[in-house]
Nanobody, 117 residues
Framework: VQLQASGGGSVQAGGSLRLSCTASGRTFSTYAVGWFRQAPGKERESVAV????????RYADSVKGRFTISRDNAKNTVYLQMNTLKPEDTADYYC???????????WGQGTQVTVSS
């Protein structure tokens, strides 16, 4: 599975961005997929995960109520809608597939999100 992320950019605090990640391969719909992020000098953290059917989601406490993860298995794509962005959301965001706990089997390239105050 190869993952291609897009949608990062620079935005002011309070703004919104939507990240997309499109996968190649026919097995995408069988995996839990999601987003991780890593800020400079910090450890990578899980942001949001969605199960294979889209029926179950899990979020980091820091983004609950502001971020929404969704997926379209027909398009092999997972989305992360980020609203009410804060400067502390600034990081490189990575999509991942076949997530197990804090790690994953497949990773996309990072897409940078910068939130200015």
């Amino acid at each position: 599975v190869q993952l291609q992320a897009s949608g990062g950019g620079s935005v002011q605090a309070g703004g919104s961005l939507r990240l997309s990640c499109t996968a190649s391969g026919r097995t995408f719909s069988t995996y839990a997929v999601g987003w991780f992020r890593q800020a400079p000098g910090k450890e990578r953290e899980s942001v949001a995960v969605i199960n294979w059917s889209g029926g179950t989601t899990r979020y980091a406490d820091s983004v609950k109520g502001r971020f929404t993860i969704s997926r379209d298995n027909a398009k092999n794509t997972v989305y992360l809608q980020m609203n009410t962005l804060k400067p502390e959301d600034t990081a490189d965001y990575y999509c991942a597939a076949d997530i197990k706990g804090k790690t994953a089997e497949y990773w996309g390239q990072g897409t940078q999100v910068t939130v200015s105050s």
